[in-house]
């Protein structure tokens, strides 16, 4: 019941990062490498808030959950829908993002299993293109990994952090709402880059 620090109550921020461990396997620094949210989509959000510049894109999946689309705008940013096809796998084609585009590009929003398609990644290969894709061309991965506990059969989602090179360029959203189906709880947090996540926790303490 007290005001917490704007990135979160310390107990918090080390379960989540025992969790992430023991889950992912993946080492994250309690300190500057999570914050707490309240729900992702707030962290979201202010993502766009902190980092997009008004004239830039983000780049947003068609079809994608509307917040991607939404906050684009809040923020006073431009939004290149990149599509996500069926005979793909509803896997983007990075490719096919004209270069214009990419060089006035801020954050490209992916999110697997996928909200609203259901799809998943089963070809480890995707992660890596996607660091090379924006690592190469500066731009903020922001992976919306919601879904991550619920999946079926043999299928176990991973953490985009787990790839070489990721925490360079990518943040990892989680929230509450699914995993726990504490949806009015507005529990989430992010987690990644240290020089992201230090912008997100100023804007959020403002």
Not at 19 to 30: A, E, H, I, Q, T
Not at 49 to 71: I, K, Q, R
Request: neutral net charge; contains cysteine; proline residues 6%.
């Amino acid at each position: 019941h007290r005001y917490p620090q704007a990135k979160g109550m310390p107990k918090f921020r080390n379960t989540v990062a025992e969790w992430f461990l023991k889950r992912f396997g993946v080492k994250l620094d309690p300190e500057k490498e999570i914050i707490s949210l309240i729900g992702s989509k707030e962290g979201v959000a202010h993502l766009c808030m902190s980092y997009l510049d008004p004239g830039y894109y983000n780049l947003v999946p068609d079809p994608a959950y509307p917040v991607y689309y939404n906050t684009t705008i809040l923020a006073g940013g431009k939004v290149y829908l990149f599509n996500l096809d069926e005979k793909n796998n509803f896997l983007p084609d990075f490719g096919k993002i004209p270069q214009k585009i990419v060089e006035k590009s801020k954050i490209i929003f992916l999110n697997y299993p996928n909200n609203p398609t259901s799809a998943i990644v089963e070809d480890e290969a995707f992660y890596k293109e996607a660091i090379r894709f924006a690592k190469k061309n500066n731009i903020i991965l922001c992976y919306d990994n919601a879904y991550s506990e619920i999946t079926f059969g043999d299928y176990v989602a991973p953490s985009i952090l787990q790839f070489d090179g990721a925490k360079d360029v990518a943040i990892e959203f989680h929230s509450f709402s699914k995993t726990f189906s504490m949806a009015g709880w507005r529990i989430g947090f992010v987690v990644g880059n240290e020089q992201i996540i230090s912008q997100l926790e100023k804007f959020k303490s403002f």
